[in-house]
Nanobody, 122 residues
Framework: VQLVESGGGLVQAGGSLRLSCAASGFTLDYYTIGWFRQAPGKEREGVSCVYGSDGITYYTDSVKGRFTISRDNAKNTVYLQMNSLKPEDTAVYYC????????????????WGKGTQVTVSS
């Protein structure tokens, strides 16, 4: 299992970014997969996940209405469209997956990418 994130960068508050996570070594549509973030001095948190074959999505409250997760099974890629970005969204964003997890919880994810930095300036 390999996960490779891309799309991070520096953006002004109110701007947008789209993160991509290219997955290999497994079939994406049967796994729970999602995005997690960790800001300096804070614990890693689940931002958004899509669960297994039923495709149910989860968003943490602070990003609802601003972020959208999507999954392209043909490309084995998961995206996170981030709009109306705020300085408090600044963090390293990680893609993670697990074949059995049904919660968007970092301690349940068995496989991780290396992360991509997102910095939102005020």
């Amino acid at each position: 299992v390999q996960l490779v994130e891309s799309g991070g960068g520096l953006v002004q508050a109110g701007g947008s970014l789209r993160l991509s996570c290219a997955a290999s070594g497994f079939t994406l549509d049967y796994y729970t997969i999602g995005w997690f973030r960790q800001a300096p001095g804070k614990e890693r948190e689940g931002v958004s996940c899509v669960y297994g074959s039923d495709g149910i999505t989860y968003y943490t409250d602070s990003v609802k209405g601003r972020f959208t997760i999507s999954r392209d099974n043909a490309k084995n890629t998961v995206y996170l469209q981030m709009n109306s970005l705020k300085p408090e969204d600044t963090a390293v964003y990680y893609c993670a997956t697990d074949p059995v997890a049904r919660l968007c919880a970092p301690w349940l994810m068995g496989y991780w990418g290396k992360g991509t930095q997102v910095t939102v300036s005020s």
